[in-house]
T-cell receptor, first 112, second 109 residues
Framework: GENVEQHPSTLSVQEGDSAVIKCTYS??????FPWYKQELGKRPQLIID?????GEKKDQRIAVTLNKTAKHFSLHITETQPEDSAVYFC???????????FGAGTTVTVRA | DVKVTQSSRYLVKRTGEKVFLECVQD?????MFWYRQDPGLGLRLIYF???????EKGDIPEGYSVSREKKERFSLILESASTNQTSMYVC????????FGPGTRLTVT
């Protein structure tokens, strides 16, 4: 099955700086890569996703990049704010399948 | 707005007890999922269902079973709870975008 590795496990950044989280996946057939954000005590919510036919996608301060050859994808958060503090999960899904394999999560802390 | 609800937020059970966790979604989604969430391990798929009465094993099905008698309802069953099943259990539904329930924190003593 799919194996998704996520790094780092914790990340502390100064408010206004950028944060980058990286994930690698094992199944070269995977073609859908979402990112979920889970605030303390709340349920995970989708913040951005990318499909394998695209190399980069942006939504305001967040962006995701995908390198299919290297089988890795990254989440970039620019101009971080205190409300960006949360646990972020990457995931991967094979074609024609809605099952998600999640990474272990990254706890992001934005220091004021 | 998709609503996914779970029967309990907190549950304490004794070793050997049979435990039922229920999930209900109101958006007519065909797919429903049960995950287990542990610190440092992310969300791990226990079972999923593509339709009523259909189920497939996920990555960690041992010690669990599921039931889906109605489209909106997906139950996770621990036949004989053990202490290593103490965890947060999260239900999900959806297609590529998944919507999650609030989670049930189960403690087995």
């Amino acid at each position: 099955g799919e194996n998704v590795e996520q790094h780092p496990s914790t990340l502390s950044v100064q408010e206004g700086d950028s944060a980058v989280i990286k994930c690698t996946y094992s199944d070269s057939a995977s073609n859908y890569f979402p990112w979920y954000k889970q605030e303390l005590g709340k349920r995970p919510q989708l913040i951005i996703d990318i499909r394998s036919n695209v190399g980069e996608k942006k939504d305001q301060r967040i962006a995701v990049t995908l390198n299919k050859t290297a089988k890795h994808f990254s989440l970039h958060i620019t101009e971080t704010q205190p409300e960006d503090s949360a646990v972020y999960f990457c995931a991967a899904s094979p074609p024609n399948d809605y099952k998600l394999s999640f990474g272990a999560g990254t706890t992001v802390t934005v220091r004021a | 707005d998709v609503k996914v609800t779970q029967s309990s937020r907190y549950l304490v059970k004794r070793t050997g007890e049979k435990v039922f966790l229920e999930c209900v979604q109101d958006m007519d989604h065909e797919n429903m999922f049960w995950y287990r969430q542990d610190p440092g391990l992310g969300l791990r798929l226990i079972y999923f269902s593509y339709d009523v009465k259909m189920k497939e094993k996920g990555d960690i099905p041992e010690g669990y079973s599921v039931s889906r008698e109605k489209k909106e309802r997906f139950s996770l069953i621990l036949e004989s709870a053990s202490t290593n099943q103490t965890s947060m259990y999260v239900c999900g539904t959806g297609d590529y975008e998944q919507y999650f329930g609030p989670g049930t924190r189960l403690t087995v003593t």
